[in-house]
């Protein structure tokens, strides 16, 4: 089952710009995580924030969690054509947690043009 | 170098036939994942192993089986019973209480 889902499902930006992403879920969470895909690679993990924090830096990745709303955004500042790259949402509930078991998102497509 | 191994990267099957799909870690992780991913969609949970010789179903299960006889390998087998096979296959791994999964390169499979 999708627990998540990702707003908007595709963007389309020029180089220098910044790029945000959202996912909102639908119950309580441990934590919740992003991962950047590749076309046909596979997911690599970008940054993790827990349940009892608001924001979380990587880099140019920028991570808010909002869990009155039950919703994360994803910031990619200064983006760059080499960001371009299909970016999901995962959580990890109370009852998943024990197994690690994430809850994907359906993803946002980020293309940053040149 | 450390990682996870997915093996083929594409793989054609003909109906009716099973299939299996390689997945390898020296990571030493403890738990292993199996996902399928169809076009423009996230991830499904296929089974997963939180240790050697024990194994779960995950949310898309029927169809599939696995084993994990080694910590180092969790191969899955798309089988004849599986009627819409054709996607993209990932193996993930996590250590231990870590929250992190890391993924292999995946397989792309197609019934022809």
């Known amino acids: 089952s999708q627990q998540g889902e990702e707003d908007p499902q595709a963007l389309s930006i020029q180089e220098g710009e910044n790029a945000t992403m959202n996912c909102s879920y639908k119950t309580s969470i441990n934590n919740l995580q992003w991962y950047r895909q590749n076309s046909g690679r596979g997911l690599v993990h970008l940054i993790l924030i827990r349940s009892n924090e608001r924001e979380k830096h990587s880099g140019r990745l920028r991570v808010t969690l909002d869990t009155s709303k039950k919703s994360s955004s994803l910031l990619i500042t200064a983006s760059r054509a080499a960001d371009t790259a299909s970016y999901f949402c995962a959580t990890v509930t109370a009852v998943s947690g024990k197994t690690g078991k994430l809850i994907f998102g359906q993803g946002t497509t980020l293309q940053v043009k040149p | 170098d450390g990682g996870i191994t997915q093996s083929p990267k594409y793989l054609f099957r003909k109906e009716g036939q099973n299939v299996t799909l390689s997945c390898e870690q020296n990571l030493n992780h403890d738990a292993m994942y199996w996902y399928r991913q169809d076009p423009g969609q996230g991830l499904r949970l296929i089974y997963y192993?939180?240790?050697?010789?024990?194994?779960q179903k995950g949310d898309i299960a029927e169809g599939y089986s696995v084993s994990r006889e080694k910590k180092e390998s969790f191969p899955l087998t798309v089988t004849s019973a599986q009627k819409n096979p054709t996607a993209f296959y990932l193996c993930a791994s996590r250590m231990g209480n870590g929250d992190t999964q890391y993924f292999g390169p995946g397989t792309r499979l197609t019934v022809l």
């Open positions: 192993s939180q240790i050697v010789n024990d194994f």
